[in-house]
């Protein structure tokens, strides 16, 4: 679905398949260490054990990749470790700007998609996707108008404002607020902000006044 691909994964297209690390390659046994840390973010800890797929998840994923399992487990831990990463950022810096939910648009989100989300095809009720949804649009509206810079259109985001992340998230690692110990995952990360850009928005096409679904 695609519209419950783009919640649990706003870049999940642009992140690296590196399949050579071990610590990866004992998950495809199901091993996993708790211990394990692989990146901070605000003095929180991202674990193997918060990101690596459910058992279900990866009996359904080693069913389609086949003899690919081993990278397509490590491509699905690196997207959900990052995915947490950003999350912990705009949470953070919607909270320094005061920034809060604009119950309208959800609203408008749940009204345009709540026949499509049920509890068999939705990991997380509608209302929470939908806030989290908006959240993320109001954030990165705000990131764009402070820091501006180059937009790009990704299926899962068709207008990310791929300079403003960078500018964001580089502030924080140099804060020491945003840790990446894992070296792998660490150049898979920072080398989703590195161009040229596949699909690149003409600056006069940028348009933030209202979120993608309306």
């Given at each position: 679905?695609?519209?419950?691909s783009?919640i649990r994964s706003?870049?999940?297209?642009a992140?690296?398949?590196l399949?050579?690390n071990?610590?990866?390659a ?8 708790d ?7 605000l003095?929180?800890e991202i674990?193997?054990a ?5 058992e279900e998840?990866?009996?359904?994923l080693?069913?389609?990749a086949k003899d690919n399992?081993?990278g397509m ?9 990052s995915?947490r990463i950003y999350?912990?950022?705009?949470e953070d810096?919607?909270?320094?700007k005061?920034?809060?939910?604009n119950q309208?648009?959800v609203?408008?989100f749940i ?9 068999e095809?939705?990991t997380?009720?509608i209302k ?5 949804q ?5 954030t990165e ?5 402070e820091?501006?810079?180059?937009v ?11 300079d403003?992340y960078n500018t964001l998230?580089s ?16 150049d898979?990360?920072w080398d989703?902000f590195t161009?040229p850009f ?6 006069e096409n940028?348009d933030?006044?209202?979120?993608w679904?309306?």
């Open positions: 679905m695609r519209m419950t783009t706003s870049l999940a297209t992140l690296l398949i399949i050579s071990l610590a990866y004992a998950q495809a046994n199901g091993q996993v260490d211990q394990d840390v692989l990146a901070m973010v003095n929180t674990r193997m918060d990101v690596v797929p459910s998840e990866r009996k359904n080693k069913q389609q399992y081993a487990l490590d491509y699905v831990v690196r997207v959900n470790a995915n999350e912990l950022v705009l810096y919607a909270k320094q005061g920034i809060t939910v309208t648009l609203s408008r009204e345009k998609f709540e026949g499509q989300v049920s509890s095809t939705a997380k009720p929470e996707i939908a806030a989290k908006v959240l993320q649009f109001q509206k705000a990131m764009y108008e820091f501006g810079g180059r790009i259109f990704r299926q899962s985001n068709p207008q990310m404002p791929i403003a998230l502030r924080y690692r140099d804060a020491g607020k945003l840790s990446i110990i894992d070296v792998d995952l660490r898979a990360f989703v161009p596949q699909y690149e928005i003409a600056p940028v933030f006044s209202q979120p679904w309306l």
